[in-house]
């Protein structure tokens, strides 16, 4: 019998992804409403309370309401905003994170889908801070370069009316993926991030630069990429480049993992300046949004992690 799950939401953005992603598997039985009844409350609640498990692409206030209608114990609820990424009770949904998270996701019934630069942020910087390379009081910096898709309907409508242009934003310093950012990471600050979004559609670049002389252990590049490709060895949709390409690789393609759930870290550095740069390159579509959703969903079902997923 196939698993009914409802997207709340699937008219936007990361909905639709999902949607395509899932309603071509003969194991999904996908439950929609009509144009109609997308808003009616009533309709809705049916609809959450008779699926084993929905994701939901909300707003966060309308994803904290939709969370609130579910009554049913069984019904899993995976929620793509940021409302609950930093909530107890709810687990995060970075199944690559650290040992044991993949099973935390697979037994949990809220689930919280992490933001697309947090993703790239905690994929760098979590594994070096679990190990102590990276001490918790330790300051650190992030920049990312972002495809339009990732600001919502109003930035989308803006670029492709040709109105968008290349900016650096959340210059305040208080991007909302912070606290996130902050706690996965193992980090006793916020970082400062400074995100940049840019002329095209699909793709994400986190950078996260380190002074190696300022660790406690001074580690050289060599030690922070094998560090790295320890923690992600066995992983299908998480790899650290090799040395090889990543001295071939003299520039970086924000868009080059578009439509897909793959992120692949390049470790940068000049060891006689005792310099680096981590980098982490994914779709804010994919890894970042729509395909974690799918990946944390197949957990939660007990089928085959990447069944949907390129």
Not at 30 to 37: E, F, H, R, T, V
Not at 211 to 217: G, V
Not at 280 to 296: E, M, P, R, T, W
Request: with cysteine; hydrophobic share 40%; net charge negative.
């Amino acid at each position: 019998m196939p698993h009914k799950i409802f997207i709340d939401g699937e008219a936007g953005t990361t909905g639709l992804q999902i949607r395509e992603r899932l309603q071509k598997r003969d194991d999904i039985q996908l439950i929609q409403l009509s144009d109609a009844n997308r808003k009616d409350t009533n309709a809705r609640k049916d609809a959450i309370n008779s699926a084993d498990a929905v994701i939901l692409c909300l707003p966060d206030d309308a994803a904290r309401e939709a969370a609130a209608l579910c009554e049913n114990p069984d019904t899993c609820i995976i929620d793509a905003s940021t409302a609950f990424r930093v909530a107890e009770g709810w687990t995060y949904g970075f199944p690559e994170m650290t040992d044991g998270q993949r099973e935390a996701i697979a037994a949990s019934k809220r689930i919280t889908n992490p933001g697309c630069h947090a993703t790239g942020f905690i994929a760098l910087v979590r594994p070096l801070a679990e190990l102590g390379i990276i001490p918790p009081f330790f300051p650190i910096t992030a920049t990312s370069l972002s495809g339009y898709t990732g600001g919502g309907k109003s930035m989308i409508a803006e670029f492709e009316s040709g109105q968008g242009h290349e900016r650096v934003y959340a210059t305040a310093l208080a991007h909302k993926h912070l606290p996130e950012m902050q706690l996965y990471s193992g980090l006793e600050n916020p970082p400062i991030f400074s995100p940049t979004v840019a002329k095209f559609p699909q793709g994400l670049i986190v950078e996260v630069p380190l002074h190696l002389w300022a660790l406690p252990d001074e580690p050289d590049v060599e030690a922070i990429r094998s560090l790295l490709q320890a923690h992600y060895a066995d992983e299908r949709f998480v790899r650290v480049a090799t040395a090889e390409e990543s001295a071939a690789a003299k520039a970086v393609d924000a868009d080059q993992f578009r439509d897909t759930n793959q992120l692949l870290i390049h470790v940068f550095g000049d060891d006689d300046m005792q310099t680096a740069n981590l980098v982490a390159v994914f779709d804010n579509l994919g890894k970042g949004a729509s395909g974690a959703a799918v990946q944390n969903l197949n957990l939660v079902l007990g089928v085959d992690e990447s069944l949907g997923l390129i």
